[in-house]
């Protein structure tokens, strides 16, 4: 099970990443927002993948009304994850954000 310290020791492994609030929650920022707690126990991220994501494992993966407009953010429940699908997320999130490992 992932959890919110294990994203922000990720996200701050990874280089030039930085953290901030974001609607009054804690976010990582590459060159653009990377990731974002949405709620408790509830990780936004970008991915290329959120479409298969979603069809193969809802239970994980979802997205709401608000992220309709954004085909690269996902929603992602923390404690349906191990560490390595975390840092597997956050890093093509980095990528995805503008990131240069």
Known sequence: MATEAD???TCLS??????????????W???????????????TVKTSEREA?????PETYFWTPHHERSPQL????????DGGELAELL???????GGQI
């Open 53 to 57: 994501l979603v069809g193969t494992q």
């Open 74 to 81: 996902v929603l992602v429940r923390l404690a349906k994850l």
């Open 7 to 9: 994203v922000r020791r």
């Open 91 to 97: 890093e093509e999130s980095f990528l995805l954000a």
């Open 29 to 43: 920022f590459a060159k653009t927002l990377m990731a974002r707690i949405w709620d408790e126990g509830v990780l």
């Open 14 to 27: 990874l280089p030039g990443v930085t953290e901030r609030s974001s609607w009054n929650r804690p976010a």
